[in-house]
């Protein structure tokens, strides 16, 4: 894959179910490129994290103002002209379209692994809202992108430190 033109400022999206390693890809990335950052989780409004945290999964309804909050965020970031990284789920093409509308410089990296991969990193997480017995309700919810979505694809078998470089790489990113 050709690295792509940067737009004046670039904001990363890394989609991927629970366990997929967005929160530490990110770190990883954040570590090398220096730019801002923002957990999606973090955005949640009490009643999401509570309904998840009892194991009742989202519905389209309850992701909307969430995801309208992560789209803000992109846009503030995208007119500021400053770089920056974000965690979201991101599940559905429809979700990805709202995201991609904060701006041209959004970029949107599924970072993908298969489900037994996913569970056993799920339930070996300590002190995260997110249970893993909603994983099954994650990966119903999943519509994996198409190709004309122009998502980058990345399998989470590797270690952080490869999948970053590959990201960097891919999207055409100055890591200095």
Not at 83 to 92: E, Q
Not at 114 to 140: C, D, I, K, W, Y
Request: glycine share 8%; charged share 25%; with cysteine.
């Amino acid at each position: 894959m050709q690295p792509t033109p940067r737009p004046s400022s670039t904001v990363i999206v890394l989609m991927g179910v629970s366990g997929s390693g967005k929160s530490t890809i990110a770190a990883e990335l954040v570590d090398r490129l220096g730019w801002t950052f923002a957990e999606g989780d973090a955005m949640h409004p009490p009643e999401n994290i509570e309904r998840m945290a009892a194991g009742i999964p989202l519905t389209d309804a309850d992701r909307a103002p969430w995801l309208r909050r992560i789209t803000d965020w992109i846009r503030a970031r995208l007119e500021a002209g400053q770089d920056a990284i974000v965690t979201c789920s991101a599940l559905k093409a429809e979700y990805r379209d709202e995201l991609r509308s904060a701006g041209p410089g959004v970029r949107i990296v599924y970072l993908r692994g298969n489900p037994a991969t996913l569970v056993a990193r799920q339930s070996a997480r300590r002190g995260h809202f997110m249970p893993a017995s909603l994983m099954r309700s994650q990966l119903e919810t999943l519509e994996e992108p198409r190709p004309d979505e122009g998502v980058l694809t990345v399998d989470v078998a590797a270690g952080p430190a490869e999948i970053a470089t590959t990201i960097i790489r891919s999207l055409g990113l100055d890591p200095s």
